[in-house]
């Protein structure tokens, strides 16, 4: 794509702590596009951070484990899966999100609230009010500036998870949920894109990663001059 990059990189450096976050059903391509976002940054000099969530610090990433691949025989209920997200969330908050920003630096995280929204709220049919409201509380009232829906429909994102190379097709407990699920967290996503739209920019995942991403710097391009 051709465009202007040193004057949105000039216009876009004048912003401190931005916080961009990547939101997409399974399989979507948000690690991809998040890791190609941060050299992007990195080779024009931008000090940029790449996390993601569930995890992010090492507390965390223990209770990512929990929450992705808990093999015990005790069903985890949605109130304990809701906690547990944003007990990972605000140790990652306070330990890696929030001194980042206050540095100047640019966070891109992959999976955030929106997250919690669509698989907790929509997904497990959870109240979507008391779910926003624990977010609030885990996320200590910090919200994104700027946020990619990578938008994938179900048979595509089965296709793509089966195929992971880091999986080797064993799903965890989420991939591996009933397509009425997977439905509901993509409804969730897209509804949450309808009342965010200035944040929230949904990008078509059923295309090759570079056209995905070429779409992406459209929309950094276009939201640095905002």
């Known amino acids: ?118 698989y907790q709220g929509y997904g497990r049919d959870f109240d979507l009010e008391v779910v926003r409201k624990v977010n609030a509380l885990g996320s200590a009232g910090r919200s994104p500036d700027l946020t990619f829906l990578i938008d994938l429909d179900y048979a595509s994102s089965c296709s793509r998870t089966s195929q992971r190379e880091e999986t080797r097709g064993e799903f965890d407990r989420f991939e591996a949920e009933k397509k009425g699920f997977h439905d509901r967290v993509r409804q969730g996503y897209l509804a949450i894109a309808r009342s965010e739209q200035l944040r929230m920019k949904v990008i078509d995942g059923n295309r090759c990663a570079d056209e995905v991403f070429a779409d992406i710097l459209e929309e950094i391009h276009e939201h640095c001059q905002l």
């Open 1 to 118: 794509m051709n465009f202007q990059a040193n004057g949105a990189i000039v216009l876009f450096m004048k912003k401190t702590d931005f916080f961009i976050t990547f939101e997409g059903p399974e399989g979507a391509g948000k690690s991809t596009q998040a890791q190609r976002l941060q050299r992007y940054f990195a080779e024009r000099g931008i000090a940029c951070v790449l996390t993601r969530e569930p995890g992010g610090t090492p507390l965390a990433e223990e209770l990512r484990k929990l929450l992705k691949g808990f093999e015990g025989g005790e069903k985890i209920t949605p109130v304990t899966e809701l906690l547990l997200i944003n007990a990972a969330r605000n140790q990652h908050m306070h330990n890696v999100i929030l001194p980042a920003l206050a540095a100047g630096k640019v966070v891109l995280c992959d999976r955030f609230s929106d997250s919690t929204v669509a």
